[in-house]
């Protein structure tokens, strides 16, 4: 795994960097983890160190829509706007773990 300076440096400001590594809580999960649920609050921004997920879309009819994936230094554009706007994920959104 990464270190969060590895993943991002370059993409990010060093002083941002330092800030993320002051707060950070570094989570590990197994593949097939939901990381994130639907109508959850997000108080946290994922930043991706190792592995790859998927983002999907969950509908009760059609099952599970592929909205993208994510590699490591990447980070979920829907979930930081959930965490910014204070607001519940919505539209079935799952963070999935899909390899180490």
Same mark, same amino acid.
Not at 1 to 15: D, K, N, R, W
Not at 30 to 56: F, H, N, W
């Given at each position: 795994?990464?270190?969060?300076?590895?993943? /991002?440096?370059?993409?990010?400001?060093?002083?941002l960097?330092?800030?993320?590594?002051?707060? @950070?809580?570094?989570?590990?999960?197994?593949?097939?983890?939901?990381?994130?649920?639907?109508?959850?609050?997000?108080?946290?921004?994922?930043?991706?160190?190792?592995?790859?997920?998927?983002?999907?879309?969950?509908?009760?009819?059609?099952g599970?829509?592929?909205?993208? /994936?994510?590699?490591?230094?990447?980070?979920?554009?829907?979930?930081? @706007?959930?965490?910014?706007?204070?607001?519940?994920?919505?539209?079935?959104?799952?963070?999935?773990?899909?390899?180490?």
């Open positions: 795994m990464l270190s969060i300076e590895q993943a /991002y440096a370059g993409v990010l400001e060093p002083a960097i330092e800030e993320i590594i002051k707060n @950070a809580r570094i989570k590990t999960f197994r593949e097939g983890d939901l990381i994130i649920d639907t109508d959850q609050y997000i108080s946290a921004m994922p930043l991706l160190l190792a592995g790859a997920i998927k983002v999907v879309r969950e509908d009760e009819a059609r599970e829509l592929l909205l993208y /994936y994510l590699e490591q230094g990447q980070t979920c554009t829907m979930s930081i @706007a959930c965490c910014l706007g204070n607001k519940k994920v919505k539209f079935g959104l799952g963070l999935k773990r899909i390899q180490p």
